[in-house]
């Protein structure tokens, strides 16, 4: 939890805790919780990294982090309106032992919008417990399709300086012989030590990185598809969508009727 907070989440003696924030910052540091832990976005956009690889969460999607896993949170949107709920989950359920990102359906999220009257509560209730049971035993259900979208970030530290060039300048086509400069790297070893750090190559990693951006940019509302093509360095609205719809298996236009 943020560094604000006066509740510890794993001192709490009940199966459910929820907590929802107008304005949610976290604090950008790697922790866990014996709880799984469901987060709602219900404005805004996050950035959560689980386990070495980073995942975008936008608008009216959720994200399910199972018990244990090492995670941290961070977004550079001007305001988030989050809802997190922990829940202790049964050992031998295979879904909540693994990392979702999905957009949230109607139901749920009236669901989730009604659980916000139980938040912060650190006393058992009845209702809370009945109500919170039953939507976490029903929640694999309500995941239709699971974003499977997030780049792997290398431990080699080698690899740091070619990463922040990537991630500085994913608009702009890149030579791999560039690369090889900042990292002081020869081509053959930087593209056999990155494969092999990401599962991926230097290109996919720049064509999954502009489209994660792009969703970022789409889920906020304030730029068109056109506009967001060109701003995240597609040189035509039909490339991206090419791009796009090879990484996604949906069109874009299909994903912002996710966030609305």
Do not use: C
Request: overall charge neutral; charged content about 25%; aromatic content about 12%.
């Amino acid at each position: 939890m943020d560094s604000h907070s006066s509740i510890d989440i794993e001192k709490l003696d009940k199966p459910y805790f929820v907590w929802f924030e107008e304005d949610w910052r976290h604090d950008d540091i790697l922790h866990s919780h014996k709880k799984g832990q469901l987060v709602y976005v219900e404005s805004g956009f996050q950035y959560i990294t689980v386990d070495g690889r980073l995942y975008l969460l936008p608008q009216n999607h959720a994200a399910w982090i199972p018990p244990g896993a090492i995670h941290k949170t961070n977004s550079h949107s001007e305001k988030i309106k989050l809802m997190t709920m922990f829940a202790d989950v049964e050992k031998d359920s295979v879904f909540h032992h693994e990392i979702n990102v999905f957009s949230v359906p109607p139901v749920l999220k009236e669901m989730i919008k009604y659980a916000e009257r139980w938040s912060k509560n650190t006393r058992k209730n009845p209702d809370e417990i009945l109500f919170l049971k039953a939507l976490f035993n029903e929640l694999p259900r309500f995941v239709e399709h699971s974003l499977k979208l997030h780049i792997s970030l290398p431990k080699d530290k080698r690899l740091s300086k070619p990463i922040d060039y990537l991630h500085n300048h994913y608009r702009e086509d890149f030579k791999i012989e560039d690369l090889s400069e900042v990292s002081l790297l020869s081509l053959r070893t930087l593209e056999r030590i990155f494969k092999k750090e990401t599962g991926i190559t230097l290109n996919k990693y720049q064509q999954i990185l502009r489209i994660i951006k792009s969703l970022e940019l789409l889920s906020s509302g304030e730029l068109t598809i056109s506009e967001t093509a060109y701003a995240v360095g597609y040189k035509s609205v039909q490339a991206f969508t090419r791009s796009f719809q090879a990484v996604m298996q949906f069109r874009p236009t299909d994903f912002i009727k996710t966030t609305q």
